[in-house]
């Protein structure tokens, strides 16, 4: 029985670990050829090594997959350009870019130093945009050429992007740029057959908080544990095959057995004078729209 994407070309960035790893060996064992993407840094983005990625690449070779290591960074515009290049020549096709990689620097605003706020924003929302830049261009010269597309980018948001959590003021704007480069993205690739999503999953990794929620639950030895990071990858490699071609930019949740859909920003309730305000008036009206609407959004 043929896998949802068999023939598939897919490249996964972080692809070594975790959620990540997860992801590369579902899309294998459903037919795609892998380009399992990492720097093999360490959480807070320090240091480098190879040995993972090749790792998960022997695992998928050894199960009878193709899959190909690569080492560039991600957040480097043109190493971005390299890596969609390096699944095209290796495997003469791309047709699904997940973005998954990314690091930690917790940090309370008011400690922030300048780097640990410039490292986590380049490596998340710079690194999904360079490597879907790269792979929208590529799609976009097929299209001009007459070739059909039907490809897939798939971004990793996070809770922390799109309900807040303190201490990630830098991870969680960084999350919450990319669903709205999710959804921009989704609007503007339409025309080439590139659909893009995006989820905010739940799992315990490396980068999960110690202490956290997730890491001090405690699972008996034989029931579901719902945060293994493999449980995130379903839904990535549906996202990633042809049956997702009529949704785009969507947010997804996922953790465990759950999935749910992300509701962005809405209109609430609102008012309107009709002509300019006058700011002593301001605060009543405010008021009254507050004392009407739901507030921020909590898990």
């Given at each position: 029985?043929?896998?949802?994407?068999?023939?598939?070309v897919?490249?996964v960035?972080g692809?070594?670990?975790g959620?990540g790893?997860?992801?590369?060996?579902e899309?294998?064992?459903?037919?795609?050829?892998?380009v399992?993407?990492?720097?093999?840094?360490?959480?807070?983005?320090?240091?480098?090594?190879?040995g993972?990625?090749h790792?998960?690449?022997?695992e998928?070779?050894?199960?009878?997959g193709?899959a190909l290591a690569?080492?560039e960074d991600?957040?480097?515009?043109?190493?971005?350009?390299r890596?969609v290049?390096?699944a095209?020549?290796?495997f003469?096709?791309l047709?699904?870019?997940?973005?998954?990689?990314?690091?930690?620097r917790d940090?309370?605003l008011?400690n922030m130093q300048?780097d640990?706020?410039?490292?986590?924003v380049?490596?998340?929302l710079?690194?999904t945009?360079?490597?879907?830049?790269?792979a929208?261009?590529h799609?976009?010269?097929?299209?001009?050429?007459?070739?059909?597309?039907d490809?897939?980018?798939i971004n990793?948001?996070s809770?922390?992007?799109?309900?807040?959590n303190v201490?990630?003021?830098?991870?969680?704007?960084?999350?919450?740029?990319?669903?709205?480069?999710?959804?921009?993205?989704?609007?503007?690739l339409?025309r080439?057959?590139?659909?893009?999503?995006?989820?905010?999953?739940?799992?315990?990794?490396?980068?999960?908080p110690?202490?956290?929620?997730i890491?001090?639950?405690?699972?008996?030895?034989?029931q579901?544990?719902p945060?293994?990071?493999?449980?995130?990858?379903?839904?990535?490699?549906?996202?990633g095959?042809?049956?997702?071609r009529?949704?785009?930019?969507?947010?997804?949740?996922?953790?465990?057995g759950?999935?749910?859909v992300?509701?962005g920003?809405?209109?609430?309730p609102?008012?309107?004078k009709?002509?300019?305000?006058?700011?002593?008036?301001?605060?009543?009206?405010v008021?009254?729209?507050?004392?009407r609407?739901?507030?921020?959004?909590r898990?």
């Open positions: 029985m043929k896998g949802i994407c068999e023939d598939r897919v490249i960035t692809g070594a670990r959620i790893r997860g992801h590369a060996l899309f294998a064992r459903q037919g795609a050829r892998v399992v993407n990492d720097w093999g840094a360490e959480v807070d983005g320090s240091g480098a090594a190879s993972p990625a790792e998960v690449v022997e998928i070779r050894s199960a009878g193709e690569n080492g991600v957040a480097d515009w043109q190493g971005a350009g890596l290049q390096a095209i020549d290796a003469g096709q047709d699904v870019v997940v973005n998954n990689a990314g690091i930690l940090r309370m008011i300048e640990e706020w410039d490292a986590v380049r490596v998340h710079k690194g945009a360079a490597v879907s830049h790269w929208a261009v799609w976009r010269e097929r299209s001009k050429a007459g070739q059909a597309n490809a897939r980018i990793t948001s809770g922390s992007g799109l309900f807040g201490g990630q003021s830098n991870y969680g704007a960084a999350k919450a740029g990319i669903a709205a480069f999710t959804i921009i993205a989704a609007q503007e339409e080439y057959g590139v659909t893009v999503n995006a989820i905010a999953p739940a799992a315990r990794t490396r980068m999960s110690q202490g956290g929620r890491r001090s639950v405690e699972i008996p030895e034989g579901f544990d945060y293994v990071p493999e449980n995130v990858a379903p839904l990535v490699v549906w996202l095959s042809s049956e997702s009529e949704v785009s930019g969507r947010v997804f949740g996922v953790a465990g759950e999935i749910h992300a509701e920003w809405q209109v609430g609102r008012v309107d009709g002509e300019r305000w006058s700011p002593d008036e301001v605060g009543a009206a008021a009254d729209l507050l004392s609407s739901r507030g921020n959004t898990l």
